[in-house]
C-alpha cells in the first residue's frame, strides 16, 4: 500500500515537479508515507506534511506525543477516506519521519474542496482537498516564492458528503485572498 500510494508522489516529480514542501492527507497513513519515501528519494531536501481533520487527529496526536494514539470510533468528519482509527505501527515509523501533520477544520475541508472542484473541473472528495486545506494554512504569512506540491486523492463523493460540503457557499471567498 505503500508504495503503491507512493506513486502518486513519484510520477509528479517524475512530471517534472519541484517543491520546497510537499503537502497528502493522512488517514491510515499509507498515502503519506508512500509520498514521504518518493520525495525523500527524488527531492530529499522538501519537506513532507500531512493533513487531517481536527476532529480526526490521531496521527497528529501519534506524530506530537510519540506513541500511537487510537479512537474508539470512527471521527465525526466529512472527509470520509481519513476516518481510520488509528496509523499502524509501520505507518507510524515513516509518518515520524515528515516534517508532522498539520489539522484543519470542517470549513476549511469544505472550502478547498468546492474551490478545488470548481478550479481543476472535477469531482474532488474532502479528503483529496486536506493538501489544499494544509498548504493554504501553512502558507499563510510566509514570505518568499515557495514552490508547493499537494497531493489530490480521490473523488468518491455520495450525495450526503456533497449536500455537507455544499451546505455553505464558500465560492465568494476567493482563494488567498486578504
Not at 13 to 36: N, R
Not at 158 to 178: E, I, N, Q
Amino acid at each position: 500500500v505503500i508504495a503503491g500510494q507512493g506513486t502518486a508522489c513519484l510520477e509528479a516529480i517524475e512530471d517534472g515537479a519541484e517543491a520546497d514542501v510537499v503537502f497528502a492527507p493522512c488517514g491510515g497513513g499509507g498515502l503519506l508515507s508512500g509520498t514521504w519515501a518518493a520525495a525523500h528519494g527524488l527531492l530529499p531536501e522538501a519537506a513532507v506534511l500531512g493533513v487531517e481533520p481536527r476532529s480526526a487527529n490521531d496521527a497528529a496526536r501519534s506524530y506530537r506525543d510519540g506513541r500511537i494514539h487510537r479512537f474508539e470510533d470512527s471521527p465525526p468528519t466529512m472527509a470520509d477516506g481519513v476516518q481510520t482509527l488509528a496509523l499502524s505501527e509501520r505507518t507510524f515509523a515513516h509518518v515520524r519521519r515528515t516534517g508532522g501533520v498539520l489539522e484543519v477544520d470542517e470549513e476549511e475541508i469544505a472550502y478547498w474542496t468546492q474551490w478545488l472542484t470548481h478550479l481543476l473541473k472535477v469531482t474532488i472528495e474532502p479528503t483529496a482537498a486536506l493538501g489544499m486545506a494544509g498548504a493554504a494554512r501553512w502558507l499563510a504569512g510566509r514570505a518568499g516564492p515557495l514552490e508547493v506540491l499537494v497531493i489530490l486523492s480521490g473523488g468518491n463523493l455520495s450525495a450526503s458528503t456533497r449536500a455537507r460540503v455544499w451546505a455553505t457557499d464558500h465560492l465568494g471567498r476567493v482563494p488567498f485572498s486578504r
